[in-house]
């Protein structure tokens, strides 16, 4: 089972920032950016792969190189940090016009992790519920999609959740541009644990991932 780690407040350089963010001025804050996902598509168009799903698992990977997105808060209110944290998206029911959220447990091997992600999509297609699996694990992340529509600024209003230190992805609609592919992302991100720099490297380390395909032409197994 994982146990979140407490942060030693005496050695954090992060204290003051995070105690002005999360009591003095709580807040959160949304950037939305354009990822050139041109090589990554390609690799896929000759893949039987899932793309949503290398999206989930390449922001998965990212997402747990950081301390900063895996923090979560103690029973008594202090900051802590998962050793890992997984990811659950969405998965819409387009008969109700609804969607499930579900969850797979991180893998840093891409092609295990599509193993275990790809027969929930089929699976809960059509799900009722609202979390099909049960009672989601406290150590995730939330990634949705919107396929159907791509967009410039994407802003998610959380009523009273300073509480909640994971972050948040939003992803839309491939558009093309000059001959590239590029996929718009939004960040939502709590200031108490990230700041811009914070939120700009996991951006650009992502870029890199979608933009190094070799993780996606390993063949898939029999």
């Not at 029973?75 to 797979?104: K, L």
């Not at 150590?139 to 972050?167: E, R, Y």
Request: proline share 9%.
């Amino acid at each position: 089972m994982d146990v979140p780690t407490p942060i030693d407040l005496t050695t954090w350089p992060r204290r003051q920032h995070f105690e002005h963010y999360r009591r003095l001025v709580p807040c959160t804050y949304s950037m939305t950016v354009e990822v050139d996902v041109t090589a990554f598509t390609a690799a896929l168009s000759a893949s039987p792969r899932k793309s949503y799903i290398a999206q989930v698992w390449a922001l998965s990977t990212v997402v747990n190189r950081h301390d900063e997105f895996r923090m979560c808060l103690t029973a008594s209110g202090e900051p802590a940090v998962w050793p890992v944290v997984h990811p659950a998206f969405t998965v819409f029911n387009p008969e109700r016009e609804t969607f499930a959220c579900v969850w797979t447990p991180h893998d840093p091997d891409f092609g295990a992790f599509h193993d275990a992600a790809a027969p929930l999509l089929a699976e809960h297609s059509r799900a009722t519920d609202f979390f099909p699996q049960g009672t989601p694990p406290a150590n995730m992340f939330d990634v949705s999609s919107l396929p159907w529509a791509s967009f410039t600024g994407f802003n998610l209003n959380i009523g009273n959740g300073w509480d909640h230190l994971a972050p948040i992805f939003t992803l839309g609609r491939y558009t093309e541009r000059d001959g590239r592919i590029l996929l718009p992302l939004a960040v939502q991100v709590n200031h108490a644990v990230a700041d811009g720099f914070h939120s700009a490297r996991l951006v650009n380390e992502l870029q890199a991932l979608l933009a190094d395909t070799t993780w996606l032409e390993e063949s898939p197994k029999p």
